[in-house]
């Protein structure tokens, strides 16, 4: 009796506690939104719940492959659904062939959403931290090198030159606009406004909750075009696949990319949609020459292809949703080169080319040279359960064919440890020019130290080509000097499976996605909600 | 007195028969009374699979069946395959043999570790055996979990051994507390301290005169460190902190149980753990024997 009682107590302290901690919620989080009024169940009717990629910092010049930064910021120009530059902050623009010169007119009356007027300051203040600020540590930099001045006539109109004609420069002004007044003087790469950005864009940003991993944006109604049909989007920042999915089918989120088996178990349910766009997101085991190994043997980098099956890992791994991969454009309007698919999954023709190579097959069936075992690591994210499920399977298949890849499973990409490679995800869903920043010798995001002076010179030239055709030709030829001998083994192009909540209408599929199927935001101003 | 005829008695009574008594000898059913022998068959034939997994399992636990992905329990695949096409049926048997070898490395660890310092706390001085019981006590106190993660991230490198290690070195308290005062009370015995008084050393003492003495008391806690063990192998592989995934064990197959979960893949989930639930309590009812035969020494005293 006694026992019971006490046991009674303890329960009834414990539900008191917990009430009472939940209660500290409510306040806090009423505290820092005054203006919601309503009761929390409305507030959630139009509010999107996006279960999306950790993040560490909203900034369009530090994040290029992130959903954020695009809804918070805006550019001179943006993408729409072909993935063709139109234009956002400017309203028009000339281009003078002779002088190679960019003049931009800005829409007026615009402002950042502190309420400050947005104005050509600031493009001149992004662009020359692009250009000049050598402490910026950003993937980006290599696509801006041609810019040799900008100049602000007035405060509507910035002039950019450029030291010849690029290709692919009206795309790149497409990079979210920063605030002078807020970021000026202080080191990008670290500063607190990475944060608590303050952009143009089309939603603002409200805070950032670092304990419940959560974003909270709220629609800029002051925004220069359409402003977005739903409220308030809360960003919640999940890597892990398994838990995204799990946030789904539990109703904590409601638009989520996912792999694509998960993306398949919804495909049955009629609670659900499934969204599938195309993407330019190629999955491939990345080898760093920073490492002594690939040094040496840099070489036997294309004939893995040979021992890989990739169609058996698209039909497997991605359950379909996806196309074995050659070249790193294949799937872009320039690529798809198809005589630069040069290997196949052929193990004879693989223990051939080792042998030509100079690789002998060691007592242990893994082959060696010059002493030296065919032994390598390749590093994945754990929480990233396609790459980690396609290192695996690769690793198997290398092994059966005498190659020895060993998978090193990380919580946090080591780039000092050594590893021999990673398993990499890059995209060019817009021009191929997106890849010149990777493969080109000592680019802003050739972190793996490719270099082939041939590659180099191709993409300096496609950058630099006007006509459309010869453009195509110099693209194409990249495609099979790169695949004779390439940095990446590449495997799969993946489709972008995302699954929403029913109510949740307007998601256009027409644009191609990028690394990690971003850009599906695209459109978010014409989406509607109705939970 | 005059001879009377047998013939004139009658026997009576109810069904009378005639009885001849008979030396009885105790039936196998009744020797087996009370044992665990249920437990100890599936035991013994979980044991011997995984000992013989080369024979067993028809497929490579490790290779991965690209063309027979997510397959049900079928003639080919008798427990079916996993979401990269791995065969179950194979890698129960290996699993088992990497999650059992834990179970039992660990046991060793803690055992060694346990008797020991439970001996020396339970022979030294008043002093002395206070403040090693406190400092059991106190590592005790914090939360094993906690500890284990913080060695595994200290160690780095993970894989059965490491693993067990850990496991063992964090679970030796309790099995030192019962030591300690099983030694109280038997070290003042004539024997202990005839052997003190003639310069046996403590390692002899504790092997000849203590161990002997508790080890029947002490039997259901080692054999129930087995169990814990490995459910604590299963726990951090399950949470991604335990094995790596390429090292088969029941832990490392369930630690797949979310993803499966979402792929309505019952089967990756329910093979193993059944495996794991039928040998934990197996291996707890055999404990629990030898826990009621160590009570009954007690009560007869």
């Not at chain 1, 838990?243 to 398949?264: I, V």
């Not at chain 1, 790193?328 to 320039?334: D, E, T, V």
């Not at chain 1, 995800?425 to 997106?434: L, S």
């Not at chain 2, 022998?37 to 028809?58: D, E, P, W």
Request: glycine share 8%; proline share 3%.
């Amino acid at each position: 009796m006694k026992m019971k009682l006490k046991k009674g107590i303890c329960l009834l302290l414990a539900c008191v506690m917990v009430l009472s901690f939940a209660a500290c919620g409510n306040n806090s989080s009423n505290e820092s939104k005054p203006a919601a009024t309503s009761g929390s169940a409305d507030d959630l009717s139009n509010t999107l719940v996006y279960a999306g990629e950790s993040e560490s910092t909203i900034n369009p010049l530090l994040n290029s492959h992130d959903e954020l930064p695009d809804l918070i910021f805006s550019g001179l120009m943006k993408y729409d659904g072909n993935g063709k530059p139109v234009y956002d902050l400017a309203e028009s623009s000339t281009y003078d062939d002779a002088t190679y010169t960019y003049t931009f007119k800005l829409r007026k009356g615009i402002k950042w959403h502190d309420g400050t007027d947005f104005s050509a300051d600031d493009v001149l203040y992004t662009y020359n931290v692009l250009t000049k600020d050598e402490t910026l540590s950003s993937s980006i930099t290599s696509n801006y090198e041609d810019i040799v001045s900008m100049t602000a006539p007035d405060q509507n109109t910035v002039v950019i030159k450029l030291s010849q004609y690029d290709a692919a420069m009206m795309d790149y002004f497409t990079v979210g606009i920063l605030p002078k007044h807020l970021t000026e003087g202080q080191d990008i790469n670290t500063m607190a406004f990475n944060q608590t950005p303050v952009g143009t864009g089309r939603y603002k940003f409200v805070k950032w909750d670092t304990a419940g991993g959560m974003i909270v944006l709220e629609r800029n109604e002051d925004y220069y075009d359409k402003v977005p049909n739903i409220e308030r989007v809360i960003y919640k920042t999940v890597s892990n696949e398994s838990t995204k999915a799990t946030m789904l089918q539990s109703g904590e989120a409601d638009l989520a990319w996912l792999n694509s088996k998960y993306a398949d178990s919804f495909r049955k349910n009629d609670s659900y949609k499934n969204i599938d766009f195309k993407t330019a997101d190629y999955r491939g085991i990345s080898m760093d020459f920073g490492t002594e190994f690939w040094q040496n043997n840099g070489d036997s980098i294309g004939v893995l292809n040979d021992a890989i099956d990739k169609e058996a890992i698209v039909k497997s791994v991605l359950d379909g949703h996806g196309v074995a991969a050659y070249s790193p454009i294949q799937l872009n309007r320039f690529g798809g080169n198809k005589s630069a698919d040069i290997y196949s999954h052929d193990l004879q023709k693989f223990a051939e080319e080792m042998a030509k190579l100079g690789w002998v097959k060691g007592s242990d069936g893994i082959y060696e040279r010059n002493g030296e075992k065919f032994h390598f690591t390749v590093q994945v994210r754990d929480y990233e359960e396609e790459r980690v499920d396609i290192a695996n399977l690769c690793a198997s298949q290398l092994k059966a064919a005498g190659v020895d890849m060993e998978v090193k499973l990380v919580t946090k990409f080591d780039w000092d440890a050594g590893y021999n490679g990673f398993l990499s995800g890059y995209a060019a869903q817009f021009d191929p020019d997106m890849f010149y920043k990777n493969y080109v010798t000592g680019a802003s995001d050739n972190t793996m130290q490719y270099s082939n002076t041939r590659v180099d010179e191709l993409l300096t030239n496609g950058r630099h080509t006007k006509e459309e055709n010869k453009r195509k030709e110099i693209y194409q030829e990249f495609e099979t000097v790169y695949a004779e001998q390439p940095g990446v083994v590449l495997v799969a192009f993946l489709d972008g499976c995302y699954v929403s909540v029913k109510g949740l209408n307007g998601l256009d599929t027409t644009r191609v996605l990028g690394h990690h199927a971003v850009g599906v935001m695209w459109n978010i101003e014409n989406w509607t909600l109705n939970k | 007195m005059a001879k009377v005829e047998n013939s004139r008695f009658r026997k009576v009574g109810i069904g009378w028969k005639k009885v001849e008594p008979v030396a009885l000898k105790p039936s196998l059913k009744k020797r087996l009374k009370g044992k665990p022998v249920f437990s100890v068959i599936i035991l013994l034939f979980i044991v011997t699979g995984c000992l013989f997994a080369g024979q067993l399992a028809n497929h490579d636990p490790g290779s991965f069946y690209l063309q027979n992905v997510n397959e049900a329990p079928n003639a080919e695949f008798y427990f079916g395959t996993d979401s990269l096409g791995r065969d179950i049926y194979s890698m129960i048997w290996y699993g088992g043999r990497v999650s059992i070898s834990i179970g039992l490395m660990s046991m060793a660890i803690i055992s060694v570790i346990g008797i020991t310092y439970g001996c020396i706390s339970g022979i030294a001085n008043a002093k002395i055996d206070a403040l090693m019981m406190r400092i059991a006590e106190m590592a005790n106190s914090i939360p094993n979990l906690l500890v284990i993660l913080l060695l595994m991230a200290v160690i780095g490198k993970q894989d059965a051994v490491t693993l067990s290690f850990v496991i063992g070195i964090t679970g030796w308290f309790a099995l030192a507390r019962i030591v300690r005062s099983e030694v109280r009370q038997i070290r003042n015995s004539e024997y202990v301290l005839a052997a003190r008084r003639m310069g046996v050393g403590f390692p002899r003492i504790m092997i000849r005169h203590l161990i002997p003495n508790f080890v029947s008391s002490i039997m259901f806690v080692v054999v129930s460190t087995i169990s814990s063990s490995m459910s604590m192998e299963s726990t951090l592989s399950f949470l991604g902190l335990g094995l790596p995934v390429d090292v088969i064990s029941w832990g490392s197959m369930l630690s797949l149980a979310n993803r499966a979960l979402l792929l309505d893949t019952w089967w990756v989930i329910i093979i193993p753990g059944i495996f794991l639930l039928v040998t934990l309590n197996c291996i707890t009812s055999l404990g629990n024997f030898y826990r009621k035969g160590n009570t009954k020494r007690h009560s007869n005293l």
